[in-house]
T-cell receptor
């Protein structure tokens, strides 16, 4: 079953607004990844985080790896229409066979 | 870049037949590949993890005899859906990574429809 809790599940915002979403878990991760998926396509990697406390930016996107290694957030600044899609957090568990597990996703809708 | 190519992108098959989906890492060697299944408006559910040259590790509830995974080389993994049934219809996606603790890149996905 799911080991990552992602919120919110959906967001409806106006173009130009900032967006924030996060993922939490009771398990410890050694890598956090953020992806965006468009309909009918595979997820595309946005940001990869490897160290606790790490803060990384990719253009208008900023993500952080929580100090406890159990959470991460993704911020999108000044949203534009092409930001529409589903955003997933994902992580490699420290325990076990390094499986890549996914959050439930955040569906972002932007009103022009 | 890191490109993962999945083929075919769409396939329709008859009940009882088998379908093979290929996942290739085009510009890097992938020690690990992951196979996922995704239902409409849902997240990606991990089916199995495969390491090159080893048997795949299946998630609980995934039938290994029905979903055959082969990872014969560092650039190719295949998923074969055997004796397909309509309930196997879904979006299947593969992912590949170079080594431990590195990011994973995804293929385009395969839309399987069993009629």
């Amino acid at each position: 079953g799911q080991q990552l809790n992602q919120s919110p599940q959906s967001m409806f915002i106006q173009e130009g607004e900032d967006v924030s979403m996060n993922c939490t878990s009771s398990s410890i991760f050694n890598t956090w990844l953020w992806y965006k998926q468009d309909p009918g396509e595979g997820p595309v990697l946005l940001i990869a985080l490897y160290k606790a406390g790490e803060l990384t930016s990719n253009g208008r996107l900023t993500a952080q790896f929580g100090i406890t290694r159990k959470d991460s957030f993704l911020n999108i600044s000044a949203s534009i229409p092409s930001d529409v899609g589903i955003y997933f957090c994902a992580g490699f568990l420290i325990q076990g066979a390094q499986k890549l597990v996914f959050g439930q996703g955040t569906r972002l809708t932007i009103n022009p | 870049g890191a490109v993962v190519s999945q083929h075919p992108s769409r396939v329709i098959c008859k009940s009882g037949t088998s379908v093979k989906i290929e996942c290739r890492s085009l510009d890097f060697q992938a020690t690990t590949m992951f196979w996922y299944r995704q239902f409409p408006k849902q997240s990606l559910m991990l089916m199995a993890t495969s390491n090159e040259g080893s048997k795949a590790t299946y998630e609980q509830g995934v039938e290994k005899d029905k979903f055959l995974i082969n990872h014969a080389s560092l650039t190719l993994s295949t998923l074969t859906v055997t004796s397909a049934h309509p309930e196997d219809s879904s979006f299947y996606i593969c992912s590949a990574r170079r080594q431990l603790n590195t990011e994973a890149f995804f293929g385009q996905g395969t839309r399987l429809t069993v009629v």
